[in-house]
C-alpha cells in the first residue's frame, strides 16, 4: 500500500466520446444540460427501466430516482459477485483519475479521461458525474458519484448496501439533502459471492428478480468484527487477513487459481474454501487493505483535503438492543456532536448512542476509510443504523428526509460558503 503522502500530478483533460467509456448498450452522447460543467461529447446515461426492489422503492425525490436508476445496473448481480482488488498499477491509476474527476467537478471544468476497464457518465439534466466499471469486466469495483459544481464538502459512503438493508436509500438521501461533493457505494457484497459466516445473523433484502438485488444477508455486529473493537474480524478483513488472502488465492486473492492439496475431493474442498477465504479478504470494502472503494475514499481526499466523511451502515436489533443507532469519530477536526444532537432530536422513539463514551461495541474501530481519513487529516463519521430505525427509514419519507437533514453540522465551518446556501464550495 502507498503511502498517504504522495502527491498524484494530473492534468485535467476534455474526454471526447469513444476515450469516455460507457456501461452497457443503454449509454449515448447527448448535448450538455443548460449551466452543466460538461461539454457536449462526453459520454452521458440516459434513462433506464423503472427502479425496482425495496431500496428503488424509498427513493423519493427527482435526485435520488435519477441517480439510483443509474446505480442500480451496476450493482446488479453484485450479491453473487467476488470483488477484486487493484494491483499496484491499477491502483494508482485510478487514484489518478478519480482525483482529477474531483477536482474537475469543483472548478467546473470538463471531466478526465477514464482508465482502462472505467467509464464516467454524466446524469442527463443533472450536474451529477458517475465513475464506474465500463461492463467489460466485472471487478466489485465502487461507484462514485460526484457533484460538479457548487456542493458541500462532504463524502456519503455506503460499503455495504446489499448487507445492510437500507443503507442504500439513506446515502441517497443524505447526498442529496446535502448538496454533498461525493456518494460512494459498493457493488458487490461483503461476503463475495460465498455462503455468510455462521456467525452472521439474518437480515432479509428481499430476492433478486429482474431489477433488484436480495437473497438472504446480514448485519449482525458480531460478524462484523467490528463489536469489540479489539481488531479481530470474523473472516477475511483487516490487514491479517487481507495477507494472508493475497497469499492463499494468487492475484490478490481475488479467485486466482488456488490448487488444493492432497488432490481428489479433499483437494478440491480445500481449495474451494481458500478461494473463499481469499475472496473475503477483500469484499468487505470497509476492513480490507485494498480495495477500489478505499482507493476512491483516499483520491477524494486529495482532490478536497480536510473533506469530512460520513459511513452508513446496519445491526441486527439483537446486537444492541438499547440502540437506534451507533455513532463514533475520528480524525482532524472530528466533533461528534455535531451529528449527535441533531440525530437525537429527530430520532425520537430511540437512543442515539456515541461510541465509546456510552456504548462499547459497533464502533467502526477496525474500519479503514477511518484511519485513511486519521492519515490524511480528515475527519470521518462512522453511523450504525439498527433495523428498526432503518425500517422506519424506509417506510416513511418525512422521517428520512428530516434523518437526512440532519447531517449538516458535518459540514458546519467547511469550505470558503455560499450566498445561498452556508457550506456550499464553488
Not at 446505480?71 to 494508482?92: F, N, S, V
Request: aromatic residues 4%; neutral net charge.
Amino acid at each position: 500500500m502507498k503511502s498517504a503522502g504522495y502527491v498524484v500530478l494530473f492534468t485535467i483533460a476534455g474526454c471526447s466520446q469513444g476515450v469516455c467509456r460507457s456501461v452497457g448498450s443503454a449509454l449515448g452522447t447527448a448535448p450538455s444540460p443548460a449551466g452543466s460543467a460538461v461539454p457536449t461529447g462526453v459520454a452521458t446515461a440516459t434513462a433506464t427501466a423503472e427502479p425496482t426492489g425495496v431500496e428503488a422503492q424509498a427513493a423519493d425525490s427527482g435526485e435520488q430516482r435519477a441517480l439510483d436508476e443509474q446505480i442500480a445496473p451496476l450493482r446488479k448481480g453484485g450479491r453473487h459477485l467476488i470483488a477484486e482488488p487493484p494491483d499496484d498499477a491499477e491502483e494508482e491509476a485510478y487514484v489518478a483519475w478519480v482525483a482529477a474527476a474531483g477536482l474537475a467537478a469543483q472548478n467546473r471544468q470538463p471531466p478526465p479521461a477514464a482508465p482502462p476497464g472505467f467509464a464516467l457518465r454524466v446524469v442527463p439534466g443533472r450536474d451529477l458525474w458517475v465513475l464506474s466499471e465500463d461492463g467489460s469486466r466485472r471487478r466489485g469495483a465502487a461507484a462514485v458519484v460526484l457533484r460538479a459544481g457548487a456542493a458541500a464538502p462532504l463524502i456519503v459512503e455506503a460499503p455495504h448496501t446489499f448487507f445492510d438493508r437500507g443503507t442504500l436509500p439513506v446515502a441517497l438521501a443524505v447526498f442529496e439533502a446535502q448538496r454533498a461533493r461525493a456518494l460512494v457505494v459498493n457493488t458487490s457484497h461483503r461476503y463475495g459471492g460465498g455462503p455468510k459466516p455462521s456467525n452472521a445473523a439474518g437480515d432479509d433484502e428481499g430476492a433478486e428478480g429482474a431489477g433488484g438485488e436480495g437473497g438472504a444477508g446480514a448485519d449482525d455486529g458480531a460478524a462484523k468484527g467490528e463489536a469489540t473493537g479489539s481488531g479481530a474480524r470474523a473472516i477475511g478483513g483487516g490487514r491479517a487477513g487481507a495477507e494472508g488472502a493475497t497469499g492463499a488465492g494468487g492475484n490478490h486473492g481475488a479467485g486466482g487459481g488456488v490448487q488444493g492439496a492432497g488432490g481428489g475431493a479433499r483437494g478440491d474442498i480445500r481449495a474451494a474454501r481458500e478461494r473463499l477465504v481469499a475472496s473475503l479478504a477483500f469484499a468487505d470494502v470497509a476492513h480490507a487493505e485494498r480495495s477500489f472503494f478505499l482507493s476512491a475514499h483516499r483520491a477524494l481526499l486529495q482532490s478536497c483535503p480536510g473533506m469530512p466523511a460520513v459511513q452508513l451502515h446496519g445491526f441486527q436489533d439483537s446486537s444492541a438492543p438499547d440502540a437506534a443507532a451507533i455513532a463514533s469519530a475520528v480524525g482532524h477536526d472530528a466533533d461528534l456532536e455535531r451529528l449527535l444532537a441533531p440525530l437525537r432530536s429527530v430520532v425520537s422513539d430511540g437512543k442515539v448512542l456515541a461510541y465509546p463514551a456510552e456504548i462499547n461495541k459497533l464502533g467502526g474501530a477496525t474500519n479503514v476509510q477511518a484511519r485513511w481519513s486519521r492519515q490524511m487529516g480528515a475527519p470521518f463519521y462512522h453511523l450504525e443504523l439498527s433495523r428498526a430505525l432503518r425500517d422506519k427509514l424506509m417506510e416513511d419519507e418525512d422521517f428520512r428526509r428530516r434523518f437526512a437533514a440532519a447531517f449538516a453540522g458535518l459540514i458546519a465551518g467547511k469550505g470558503q460558503g455560499n450566498p445561498t446556501r452556508p457550506g456550499l464550495t464553488p
